[in-house]
């Protein structure tokens, strides 16, 4: 079974500053997804960026990129230019790209805290 | 933009009760997921369905079970709450297709068994 690890419960960073969230995974399979997801204080749950694993090329959006490795089984994110929007639990998550495969699975989740 | 509600943000309930958590999303999603969050545990699937009346049991289906009679109605429910189903519950939607398709999730209903 696939397995999502976040080594970092909890992350600061001043705002403005740059931060990178680890995280990676266990899998024998060559074909998935990654995603991250922020879920704000008492606010509901949004995608923040994914990847496919079969484009080598790091996803971005906006001040969100990532780092992918495959082979070392990363994928980590970076926040550059810090907000104070963006204090929040960070999860990583994994597909499967098998048919049929419907299940996300998560790691156990960062807390970022920015410091203005 | 997609929408996920859910019945209740937060709800009391005793020991022995039937509890029944109702999700609505209005995306005509095929697929629904109802998830356990708990501090330092992460997001565990409970059971997720990919039509009306389909259900597969997820990671920790034990103590509950759901219901989905309509396509955008997909409930939870605890036939006897107990003290540790005390959590947070999430509800997702996702649409069709097999490729990096996100899922949408709702508010949260934290549910506390006294």
Redesign the interface.
């Known amino acids: 079974a696939q397995t999502v690890t976040q080594s970092q419960p909890e992350m600061s960073v001043q705002e403005a500053e740059t931060v990178t969230l680890s995280c990676t995974y266990d899998t024998s399979e060559s074909d998935y997804y990654l995603f991250w997801y922020k879920q704000p204080p008492s606010r509901q749950m949004i995608l923040v960026i994914r990847q496919e694993a079969y484009k080598q090329q790091n996803a971005t959006e906006n001040r969100f990129s990532v780092n992918f490795q495959k082979a070392a089984k990363s994928f980590s994110l970076k926040i550059s230019d810090s907000q104070l929007g963006d204090a929040a639990m960070y999860f990583c998550a994994y597909r499967s790209a098998l048919g049929g495969s419907e299940k996300l699975v998560f790691g156990k989740g960062t807390k970022l805290t920015v410091n203005p | 933009d997609v929408k996920?509600t859910q019945s209740s943000r937060y709800l009391v309930k005793r020991t022995g009760e039937k509890v029944f958590l109702e999700c609505v999303q209005d995306m005509d999603h095929e697929?629904m997921?109802w998830y356990r969050q708990d501090p330092?545990?992460?997001?565990?699937?409970i059971y997720?369905s990919?039509d009306v009346k389909m259900k597969?049991k997820?990671d920790i289906p034990e103590g509950y079970s759901v219901s989905r009679e309509k396509k955008e109605r997909f409930s939870l429910i605890l036939e006897s709450a107990s003290t540790n189903q005390t959590s947070m519950y999430?509800c997702a939607s996702?649409g069709p297709g097999?490729?990096?398709v996100?899922?949408y999730?709702?508010?949260?209903t934290r549910l506390t068994v006294t």
């Open positions: 996920v697929n997921f330092g545990l992460g997001l565990r699937l997720f990919y597969e997820g999430l996702r097999t490729g990096v996100e899922q999730f709702g508010p949260g």
